[in-house]
Protein backbone atom coordinates (compact mmCIF):
# COMPACT_ATOMS: atom_id res chain seq x y z
CA UNK A 1 0.00 0.00 0.00
CA UNK A 2 1.69 3.70 -0.89
CA UNK A 3 1.93 5.93 1.62
CA UNK A 4 -0.05 9.53 2.20
CA UNK A 5 1.86 12.10 0.52
CA UNK A 6 2.04 14.93 2.51
CA UNK A 7 2.58 18.55 1.33
CA UNK A 8 3.35 21.58 3.85
CA UNK A 9 3.57 25.36 2.34
CA UNK A 10 5.89 27.24 5.12
CA UNK A 11 5.93 30.98 3.98
CA UNK A 12 4.71 34.56 5.62
CA UNK A 13 1.18 35.90 4.85
CA UNK A 14 1.43 37.35 1.20
CA UNK A 15 3.79 35.87 -0.02
CA UNK A 16 1.79 33.68 -2.60
CA UNK A 17 0.57 31.35 -0.60
CA UNK A 18 -2.40 30.27 -2.03
CA UNK A 19 -1.68 31.09 -5.74
CA UNK A 20 0.46 28.19 -4.72
CA UNK A 21 -1.99 26.15 -2.80
CA UNK A 22 -4.93 27.12 -5.71
CA UNK A 23 -2.00 25.00 -8.73
CA UNK A 24 -1.25 21.93 -6.06
CA UNK A 25 -5.16 21.41 -5.92
CA UNK A 26 -6.12 21.72 -8.89
CA UNK A 27 -2.73 20.88 -11.23
CA UNK A 28 -2.04 18.02 -8.93
CA UNK A 29 -5.32 16.55 -7.38
CA UNK A 30 -4.31 18.08 -3.54
CA UNK A 31 -6.82 17.95 -1.01
CA UNK A 32 -7.08 20.53 1.50
CA UNK A 33 -8.88 20.03 5.36
CA UNK A 34 -12.41 20.19 4.41
CA UNK A 35 -13.83 21.91 7.87
CA UNK A 36 -12.00 25.19 9.62
CA UNK A 37 -12.88 28.48 10.66
CA UNK A 38 -10.39 30.14 8.28
CA UNK A 39 -9.85 31.83 5.16
CA UNK A 40 -8.39 29.58 2.12
CA UNK A 41 -8.58 26.18 3.55
CA UNK A 42 -5.77 27.25 6.38
CA UNK A 43 -5.60 25.80 9.87
CA UNK A 44 -3.71 27.01 12.07
CA UNK A 45 -2.85 23.86 13.25
CA UNK A 46 0.81 23.47 14.27
CA UNK A 47 0.32 27.48 16.50
CA UNK A 48 -2.65 26.22 18.22
CA UNK A 49 -0.89 22.89 19.55
CA UNK A 50 2.15 25.22 20.48
CA UNK A 51 -0.21 27.13 22.71
CA UNK A 52 -2.31 24.34 23.74
CA UNK A 53 1.45 23.14 24.85
CA UNK A 54 2.48 25.73 26.04
CA UNK A 55 5.19 26.42 24.02
CA UNK A 56 6.61 29.99 23.76
CA UNK A 57 4.88 31.62 20.66
CA UNK A 58 5.67 35.49 19.81
CA UNK A 59 3.01 37.78 18.67
CA UNK A 60 1.86 38.16 15.17
CA UNK A 61 1.10 41.79 13.47
CA UNK A 62 -2.48 41.69 13.00
CA UNK A 63 -3.52 38.21 13.78
CA UNK A 64 -4.55 36.36 16.96
CA UNK A 65 -1.78 34.52 17.58
CA UNK A 66 -0.56 33.25 19.90
CA UNK A 67 -3.52 31.95 21.14
CA UNK A 68 -4.29 31.40 24.88
CA UNK A 69 -4.03 28.03 26.15
CA UNK A 70 -7.54 27.96 26.82
CA UNK A 71 -8.72 29.55 23.37
CA UNK A 72 -6.36 27.52 21.67
CA UNK A 73 -7.93 23.93 23.21
CA UNK A 74 -11.21 25.45 22.10
CA UNK A 75 -10.45 25.91 18.58
CA UNK A 76 -8.07 22.77 18.15
CA UNK A 77 -10.71 20.80 19.60
CA UNK A 78 -13.70 22.48 17.67
CA UNK A 79 -11.60 21.60 14.57
CA UNK A 80 -10.99 18.08 15.24
CA UNK A 81 -14.15 17.10 16.30
CA UNK A 82 -15.65 18.83 12.60
CA UNK A 83 -12.71 16.86 11.12
CA UNK A 84 -13.91 13.60 12.83
CA UNK A 85 -10.49 13.88 14.24
CA UNK A 86 -11.90 12.62 17.91
CA UNK A 87 -11.83 14.91 20.53
CA UNK A 88 -9.52 16.55 22.35
CA UNK A 89 -9.52 16.55 26.11
CA UNK A 90 -7.48 18.54 29.08
CA UNK A 91 -6.52 15.55 30.25
CA UNK A 92 -5.15 13.93 27.45
CA UNK A 93 -3.22 16.72 26.09
CA UNK A 94 0.54 16.00 25.13
CA UNK A 95 2.49 15.70 21.72
CA UNK A 96 1.18 11.83 21.11
CA UNK A 97 -2.83 12.90 21.23
CA UNK A 98 -2.15 16.07 18.92
CA UNK A 99 0.61 14.39 16.67
CA UNK A 100 -2.49 10.97 16.16
CA UNK A 101 -4.82 13.70 15.47
CA UNK A 102 -3.18 15.06 12.58
CA UNK A 103 -1.87 11.89 11.40
CA UNK A 104 -5.81 10.86 10.95
CA UNK A 105 -5.77 14.33 9.51
CA UNK A 106 -3.57 12.82 6.79
CA UNK A 107 -4.81 9.71 6.12
CA UNK A 108 -8.55 10.77 5.86
CA UNK A 109 -7.55 13.32 2.91
CA UNK A 110 -4.72 11.11 1.56
CA UNK A 111 -3.57 9.79 -1.09
CA UNK A 112 -2.45 13.87 -1.26
CA UNK A 113 -2.81 16.23 1.56
CA UNK A 114 -1.64 20.04 1.51
CA UNK A 115 -1.44 21.85 4.61
CA UNK A 116 -0.65 25.71 4.23
CA UNK A 117 -1.32 28.54 7.06
CA UNK A 118 1.00 31.41 6.34
CA UNK A 119 1.43 31.87 10.39
CA UNK A 120 3.53 28.73 11.47
CA UNK A 121 6.95 29.89 9.77
CA UNK A 122 7.07 32.78 12.68
CA UNK A 123 7.27 30.90 15.37
CA UNK A 124 9.93 28.54 15.83
CA UNK A 125 8.06 26.06 18.47
CA UNK A 126 5.57 25.65 15.33
CA UNK A 127 8.73 24.36 13.24
CA UNK A 128 10.16 22.38 16.23
CA UNK A 129 6.55 20.57 16.10
CA UNK A 130 7.11 19.72 12.37
CA UNK A 131 9.66 18.58 13.01
CA UNK A 132 9.33 16.34 15.60
CA UNK A 133 5.98 15.01 13.59
CA UNK A 134 7.51 14.82 10.58
CA UNK A 135 10.51 12.77 11.87
CA UNK A 136 7.87 10.57 14.26
CA UNK A 137 6.05 9.78 10.96
CA UNK A 138 8.65 9.75 8.53
CA UNK A 139 8.19 5.54 7.32
CA UNK A 140 4.47 6.07 7.21
CA UNK A 141 4.32 9.27 5.48
CA UNK A 142 5.90 10.94 2.33
CA UNK A 143 6.54 14.35 3.17
CA UNK A 144 7.16 17.52 0.97
CA UNK A 145 7.84 21.03 2.29
CA UNK A 146 7.80 23.79 0.51
CA UNK A 147 9.30 27.16 2.20
CA UNK A 148 8.13 29.90 -0.32
CA UNK A 149 9.43 33.44 0.16
CA UNK A 150 8.65 36.64 -2.43
CA UNK A 151 10.39 39.61 -2.54
CA UNK A 152 9.97 41.79 0.99
CA UNK A 153 8.61 45.10 -0.51
CA UNK A 154 6.26 42.62 -2.51
CA UNK A 155 4.73 41.16 0.45
CA UNK A 156 5.22 44.61 2.56
CA UNK A 157 3.16 46.59 -0.31
CA UNK A 158 0.49 43.65 -0.60
CA UNK A 159 0.01 43.86 3.18
CA UNK A 160 0.07 47.50 3.37
CA UNK A 161 -2.46 47.87 0.42
CA UNK A 162 -4.85 45.05 1.43
CA UNK A 163 -4.90 45.02 4.85
CA UNK A 164 -3.68 48.59 5.73
CA UNK A 165 -1.02 46.70 7.87
CA UNK A 166 1.82 48.68 9.78
CA UNK A 167 4.85 48.53 6.70
CA UNK A 168 7.51 48.56 9.78
CA UNK A 169 5.87 45.43 11.78
CA UNK A 170 4.72 43.62 8.63
CA UNK A 171 8.57 43.85 7.69
CA UNK A 172 9.85 42.25 11.12
CA UNK A 173 7.53 39.60 10.41
CA UNK A 174 9.19 38.92 6.63
CA UNK A 175 12.15 39.07 8.65
CA UNK A 176 11.76 36.66 11.61
CA UNK A 177 9.71 34.07 9.20
CA UNK A 178 12.37 33.89 6.61
CA UNK A 179 15.02 33.62 9.15
CA UNK A 180 13.52 30.69 10.26
CA UNK A 181 12.93 29.35 6.53
CA UNK A 182 17.37 29.36 6.18
CA UNK A 183 17.80 28.80 9.63
CA UNK A 184 15.58 25.26 9.47
CA UNK A 185 16.13 24.16 5.87
CA UNK A 186 17.97 21.37 6.77
CA UNK A 187 15.95 20.03 9.75
CA UNK A 188 12.96 20.42 7.72
CA UNK A 189 14.69 19.18 4.27
CA UNK A 190 12.62 21.81 2.87
CA UNK A 191 12.83 23.00 -0.55
CA UNK A 192 13.12 26.98 -0.94
CA UNK A 193 11.31 28.29 -3.79
CA UNK A 194 10.68 31.92 -4.79
CA UNK A 195 7.45 32.95 -5.87
CA UNK A 196 8.25 35.00 -8.68
CA UNK A 197 10.21 32.54 -10.04
CA UNK A 198 7.16 30.57 -9.92
CA UNK A 199 5.26 32.76 -11.68
CA UNK A 200 8.01 33.86 -14.55
CA UNK A 201 7.67 29.73 -15.40
CA UNK A 202 4.34 28.86 -13.95
CA UNK A 203 5.30 26.49 -11.84
CA UNK A 204 7.25 23.96 -14.39
CA UNK A 205 9.74 22.92 -11.91
CA UNK A 206 7.35 21.64 -9.68
CA UNK A 207 6.61 18.66 -10.98
CA UNK A 208 10.31 17.84 -10.29
CA UNK A 209 10.32 18.93 -6.97
CA UNK A 210 7.26 17.15 -5.75
CA UNK A 211 8.10 14.26 -8.24
CA UNK A 212 4.76 13.85 -9.23
CA UNK A 213 2.74 14.19 -12.67
CA UNK A 214 0.51 16.72 -12.73
CA UNK A 215 -2.99 15.67 -13.77
CA UNK A 216 -4.17 18.72 -15.35
CA UNK A 217 -3.01 22.11 -16.32
CA UNK A 218 -6.13 24.58 -15.29
CA UNK A 219 -4.10 26.57 -12.72
CA UNK A 220 -2.04 29.42 -14.38
CA UNK A 221 0.23 32.01 -12.61
CA UNK A 222 -0.47 35.60 -13.18
CA UNK A 223 2.19 37.77 -13.56
CA UNK A 224 0.35 40.71 -12.88
CA UNK A 225 0.54 39.75 -9.23
CA UNK A 226 4.73 41.18 -9.56
CA UNK A 227 6.46 43.88 -8.63
CA UNK A 228 3.39 46.15 -7.74
CA UNK A 229 5.48 48.15 -4.95
CA UNK A 230 7.26 49.94 -7.82
CA UNK A 231 4.21 50.93 -9.98
CA UNK A 232 2.93 53.25 -6.96
CA UNK A 233 4.78 56.26 -6.61
CA UNK A 234 2.75 56.81 -3.48
CA UNK A 235 4.63 53.61 -1.47
CA UNK A 236 7.92 54.65 0.19
CA UNK A 237 8.48 52.00 2.26
CA UNK A 238 12.37 51.40 3.04
CA UNK A 239 13.76 48.07 4.07
CA UNK A 240 16.46 47.69 6.90
CA UNK A 241 19.72 46.88 6.21
CA UNK A 242 19.01 43.77 7.96
CA UNK A 243 15.71 43.06 5.90
CA UNK A 244 18.01 43.69 2.58
CA UNK A 245 20.36 41.59 3.62
CA UNK A 246 18.52 38.06 4.31
CA UNK A 247 16.66 39.15 1.17
CA UNK A 248 19.95 38.79 -0.94
CA UNK A 249 20.48 35.27 0.38
CA UNK A 250 17.50 34.65 -1.58
CA UNK A 251 18.50 36.20 -4.37
CA UNK A 252 16.72 39.72 -4.09
CA UNK A 253 18.66 42.44 -5.55
CA UNK A 254 16.25 46.11 -6.16
CA UNK A 255 15.00 47.78 -3.12
CA UNK A 256 14.62 50.93 -4.26
CA UNK A 257 11.16 53.06 -3.51
CA UNK A 258 10.15 56.44 -3.81
CA UNK A 259 12.47 58.24 -1.57
CA UNK A 260 11.48 58.63 1.98
CA UNK A 261 9.57 61.65 2.63
CA UNK A 262 7.37 63.21 5.90
CA UNK A 263 4.51 63.21 3.16
CA UNK A 264 5.09 59.10 2.91
CA UNK A 265 5.45 58.77 6.64
CA UNK A 266 2.34 60.78 7.05
CA UNK A 267 0.22 58.50 5.66
CA UNK A 268 1.26 55.17 6.25
CA UNK A 269 0.56 56.16 9.76
CA UNK A 270 -2.46 57.65 9.39
CA UNK A 271 -4.05 55.03 7.16
CA UNK A 272 -2.92 52.78 10.42
CA UNK A 273 -3.98 54.83 12.81
CA UNK A 274 -7.53 54.84 11.28
CA UNK A 275 -7.69 51.25 10.31
CA UNK A 276 -6.97 50.69 14.15
CA UNK A 277 -9.62 53.21 15.00
CA UNK A 278 -11.96 51.62 13.27
CA UNK A 279 -11.32 48.32 14.89
CA UNK A 280 -11.87 49.79 18.59
CA UNK A 281 -14.62 51.36 17.42
CA UNK A 282 -16.24 48.01 16.14
CA UNK A 283 -14.70 46.07 18.98
CA UNK A 284 -16.37 48.68 21.62
CA UNK A 285 -19.63 48.52 19.91
CA UNK A 286 -19.80 44.26 20.29
CA UNK A 287 -19.03 45.06 23.65
CA UNK A 288 -21.73 47.66 25.03
CA UNK A 289 -23.98 44.77 22.84
CA UNK A 290 -22.90 41.58 25.22
CA UNK A 291 -22.84 43.65 28.70
Not at 87 to 100: M, V
Not at 121 to 149: A, C, H, T
Request: hydrophobic share 35%; with cysteine; charged share 25%.
Amino acid sequence: MNKPYHCIILSTKSAGSSALQNCLVQNYGFRMTKHTTHHENETLFWAKAASVLGLPQLKMHRSRVPYSNTLALKALNSFCVENNLGELKQESLNRKTIFEMYLSLIVQNGPLFLEKSPHHLFNQSNLDLISEFKEKYQDKINFKILGLVRHPLSVIYSGWDRWKHDCSEFEQEWLISNTNLLKNKEALDLEIIRYEDLVSENAASLKDKLALEPVSSKFEFKSGSLEKWKSDKNFAHQLSKETMDLAKKFGYTDFETSEETLTWKLKSWSTYAGVEMKRLLRASAVYLMLS
